[in-house]
């Protein structure tokens, strides 16, 4: 068994933190404990939810804790509740490119600034990791307003939009492209 980095992070209204054997039920039930959650309106529509067994979820969740030396998704904590989480995933490791996402689960926690900041605490997190990274992404769609002045908020450009690439509720969308180089964040840190 690999030894995991725990991590803690606190910040003005959120607090990142490693995922522990507790933190399962709670995030079962945020993830699947409604049959159409609110959340699930903003985070790809467009992709059902497959909601999978507590006992499934759980040993996936079990496994990652114990198996992954640096962890690639972590608990949004506000007001000492569990409210969303953030993660990462390869794009392309050879380039060092990162993919980041960010899901707050609890409406009242939306428009408050709390996505902003735990984003924004996951990008340094990850650019001041030894992942030496080059790069970091974030995919969102056209229907996501807030995700997308979230990103710019912590100083993610467009790079990319794949018109009419995502179709929802009868309507299509945009597949937005966010990114932001090494050098981009060292200049934003140094300031």
Known sequence: MIQPTQIKVTGQ??????????DIPTLYHL?????HPEWKKWDAPY?????T???????????HIETVSTPSRLVIEADQHVIGTVSYYWMHEASKWLEVGIVIFK????????????????????????????RLGLTTWSGNIRMVRCAEKIG??????????RYYDGVYYDSIKMG????????????
Not at 13 to 22: C, D, G, Y
Not at 53 to 63: L, N, Q, V
Not at 156 to 165: G, P, V
């Open 156 to 165: 993610m450009i467009e790079e990319a939009r794949i018109r009419k690439a």
């Open 107 to 134: 409406p009242q926690y939306w428009n408050g600034g709390y996505g902003s900041e735990a984003l924004s605490m996951w990008r340094d997190l990850l650019f001041s990791s030894d992942l030496q990274l080059v």
């Open 13 to 22: 209204q959120v607090t990142l933190r490693s995922i522990k054997k507790e």
């Open 31 to 35: 993830m699947y404990g409604e049959r």
């Open 47 to 51: 992709i059902p939810l497959n909601p």
């Open 180 to 191: 932001m180089l090494r050098e981009e964040w060292d200049e934003l840190v140094s300031s």
């Open 53 to 63: 067994s507590y006992e499934d979820f759980s040993a996936s969740i079990k496994r």
